[in-house]
């Protein structure tokens, strides 16, 4: 792994598109009854090809955050911008969604009913620019690339979920995303699954230049995989701690052993924890 | 290859679970026939039971009737009817389903009427349809119809609705209009509780076909073994052949059991993601 991993150069800094600028955005929900804030005031700059990886406690609002960046949702206040376009802010509250953002969700979202390889193609087949061979081509040597060869003709239920996390990232890169936003998808999986799919998720990144917004509760998860930590308040969010992971990319394994990654760990461990009791204590409901 | 097939063929007769199924059909029946024939081995019938024809005497005239075109009218017109009444109501249930769960303008015009509608059990229409449709066939079929309808739009609609956001969300975000979202995603979400429903849908569609042709006469039924099944039934019960009344039974369960295995055979034609769950 290690040795393979030094071959692909990271790319990283290749990246042009997909900054993210986050200003000021307030969220609250149902603002006629019992208005309930979600996302408080929050500001955050992700740079093109960072992995930005937001750590809160579950319920803290994070995902509504990815949710108003994606396009499903509005926002009541503050502005979004990518590569200095808004995406929404004062009068347009819900950005539209777009193939430059991809949603990996936390329960995945391949379609059952479609091949892995039918699936990987949906978002190629719906741009409708090249035929329906090319497109097929392309996601064949994508599949192949992400050590997906021999399950294209699977259905997504008939292969292990980590290989099905891994059909639903190829899924999205399919669509030449700037962004990738990621909600908790590794939660449901094993631990050691998911050791697997980290190192996954980093090679394919180091092979597509992107930019990532990775939401978890997982720090461990997030000091590994990520170049910036945000670690946020429990509800509403907002960052309350923002650092940059200093341990070099390409990264593997060995990472979660090495002192510098325990240091960070227990510089940030305390300040979740804090957030995470409060979260706790307020009852807040998972999700 | 033609050797394996016939292995698992064999195997798949032989196996455990159609043995058990064999033995299971062989008890139930010598149970019957002693019980039938209480009267001359007790000297007293038990109740009940002993009051039914044993099923030896069942299969003679079973056997008598398989010369009889009649009976086979009988099985022909039966299925006619539910499968015109069963196909009628998925072309306009599936849609009207469908409708009703992506148009919520739709939905407030159409699912008040609907609900009214769908408690009245079918038997309830038999009167109206006899006066509304010019032929007992047609009014028959009706009724059938109605029988399978409300099963489907049920079904559909709900399956549609239970649709997860994010499905919708993905292949929004992947640049599907909103006429690709429906044929792509709410289509083929929906298709395993179109499935579902239209097999409950065809049980009852059975129950209500035998039914209407008891009430209405069996339509255009030429002799006494002829008009549907159900009208079979009901003749030999006024002709007092209850050896006949057991076959028509008996031959109503099998034209179910037929045409469930259609419809699981053709359903999982149409969800091959479901077979390897």
Redesign the interface.
């Known amino acids: 792994m290690n040795a393979m991993l030094e071959k692909v150069k990271p790319r990283t800094n290749e990246a042009r598109y997909g900054a993210i600028r986050i200003d000021d955005v307030v969220k609250i929900y149902d603002p006629e009854g019992a208005a309930v804030m979600a996302v408080d005031h929050c500001t955050l700059d992700i740079k093109a090809g960072e992995i930005c990886m937001i750590v809160g406690p579950s319920g803290c609002g994070k995902t509504s955050l990815l949710n108003a960046i994606a396009g499903f949702h509005d926002i009541t206040s503050g502005s979004i911008h990518m590569d200095g376009e808004m995406l929404c802010g004062p009068g347009k509250p819900k950005a539209e969604p777009g193939a430059d953002r991809i949603v990996v969700f936390q329960n995945g979202a391949l379609f059952p009913w479609k091949t892995n390889l039918e699936n990987v193609a949906f978002g190629p087949m719906m741009a409708g620019k090249l035929s329906k061979k090319e497109i097929h081509e392309k996601a064949r040597a994508m599949m192949a690339d992400a050590g997906l060869s021999g399950t294209e003709h699977n259905y997504p239920g008939e292969v292990s979920s980590g290989l099905r996390r891994r059909v639903e990232i190829v899924r999205a890169l399919m669509n030449d995303p700037k962004v990738l936003l990621f909600d908790e998808p590794y939660r449901a999986l094993d631990s050691l699954t998911r050791s697997v799919m980290h190192e996954s998720l980093l090679e394919i990144y180091y092979k597509n230049k992107v930019t990532i917004f990775f939401i978890t509760h997982d720090l461990e998860e997030a000091i590994f995989l990520g170049h910036k930590l945000v670690i946020m308040t429990s509800r509403p969010c907002r960052p309350k701690k923002i650092l940059e992971v200093d341990i070099p990319h390409p990264r593997d394994y060995s990472v979660l052993t090495s002192p510098r990654f325990r240091e960070l760990l227990e510089e940030t461990s305390e300040v979740v924890h804090e957030e995470a009791r409060k979260s706790f204590a307020a009852g807040e409901k998972e999700g | 290859m033609a050797m394996n097939r016939i292995t698992k063929i064999k195997r798949s007769i032989f196996s455990r679970s159609s043995l058990r199924a064999i033995i299971a059909i062989i008890v139930f029946l010598v149970l019957w026939e002693c019980g039938s024939r209480s009267k001359e081995w007790l000297g007293h019938s038990l109740p009940w039971i002993g009051l039914v024809p044993p099923p030896s005497a069942v299969v003679l005239v079973w056997m008598d009737l398989l010369g009889d075109s009649g009976y086979w009218e009988s099985w022909y017109l039966s299925t006619m009817r539910v499968m015109s009444g069963f196909v009628a109501a998925m072309i306009i249930g599936i849609p009207l389903g469908l409708m009703m769960a992506v148009s919520r303008t739709f939905n407030s015009i159409t699912f008040p009427t609907f609900e009214i509608l769908r408690p009245i059990p079918p038997l309830a229409w038999v009167p109206v349809a006899i006066i509304f449709w010019p032929t007992e066939e047609l009014s028959i079929a009706f009724v059938t119809f109605l029988g399978a309808f409300f099963t489907v739009v049920i079904n559909v609609l709900g399956g549609a609705k239970a649709i997860?956001m994010?499905?919708y969300?993905?292949?929004?975000?992947?640049?599907?209009s909103q006429w690709?979202i429906f044929r792509?995603?709410v289509l083929?979400?929906t298709?395993p509780s179109i499935v579902v429903g239209s097999s409950v849908g065809m049980g009852i569609t059975w129950n209500v076909v035998v039914a209407a042709e008891m009430i209405s006469g069996g339509g255009g039924g030429t002799s006494g073994t002829g008009g549907g099944l159900g009208f079979f039934i009901w003749n030999s019960y006024v002709g007092g052949s209850y050896e006949q009344i057991v076959v028509g039974m008996i031959s109503i369960g099998i034209a179910g059991y037929a045409s469930s295995e259609l419809l699981r055979g053709i359903g999982g034609f149409f969800?091959?993601?479901?077979k390897?769950?």
């Not at chain 2, 969300?169 to 599907?176: F, P, R, T, V």
């Not at chain 2, 969800?271 to 479901?274: D, I, K, Q």
């Open positions: 997860d994010r499905f969300q993905s292949a929004q975000a992947m640049g599907s690709d792509r995603v083929p979400a298709i969800t091959p993601w479901l390897t769950r």
